[in-house]
């Protein structure tokens, strides 16, 4: 029997979510494989969604983003904060589309 760790492909963004500051994993690379799938999937899920409200409805492709990561930010997704900024970030890359977390970050924060 083989083993597939070996072939397990987790990017260096998603490993650093989880990567302590002497850069060492502070999850089993199983656990780390699993949270990685269930986020790459949910970005992948999202391509359509997003596409969707932005073409469908006019929706502006940041306020999509942005909308998309007010929805992961709460604790029913069960995803971490920084599992759903990188949700967002992936679901922008896949769908080809800007996207500045900074931004978002400062204009929830600016009174308003």
Same mark, same amino acid.
């Given at each position: 029997?083989?083993?597939?760790?070996? #072939?397990?492909? +987790?990017?260096?963004?998603?490993?650093?979510?989880?990567?302590?500051?002497?850069?060492? &994993?502070?999850? =089993?690379?199983? *656990?780390? /494989?699993?949270?990685?799938?269930?986020?790459?999937? @949910?970005? #992948?899920?999202? +391509?359509?969604?997003? #596409? #969707?409200?932005?073409?469908?409805?006019?929706? *502006?492709?940041?306020?999509?983003?942005?909308?998309?990561?007010? =929805? @992961?930010?709460?604790?029913?997704?069960? &995803?971490? =904060? *920084?599992? *759903?900024?990188?949700?967002?970030?992936? &679901?922008?890359? @896949? @769908?080809? /589309?800007? /996207?500045?977390? !900074?931004?978002?970050?400062?204009?929830?924060? !600016?009174? =308003?």
């Amino acid at each position: 029997m083989s083993d597939n760790s070996s #072939q397990l492909h +987790v990017p260096p963004s998603f490993a650093a979510l989880y990567t302590d500051s002497r850069h060492r &994993l502070t999850l =089993g690379r199983e *656990a780390l /494989w699993a949270r990685y799938e269930v986020c790459e999937d @949910l970005a #992948q899920q999202l +391509v359509d969604h997003g #596409q #969707q409200i932005h073409f469908d409805h006019g929706i *502006a492709q940041d306020v999509v983003l942005a909308r998309c990561l007010a =929805g @992961l930010e709460v604790a029913e997704s069960g &995803l971490s =904060g *920084a599992e *759903a900024v990188w949700v967002v970030t992936r &679901l922008a890359e @896949l @769908l080809g /589309w800007p /996207w500045a977390v !900074a931004e978002v970050d400062a204009g929830a924060a !600016a009174p =308003g």
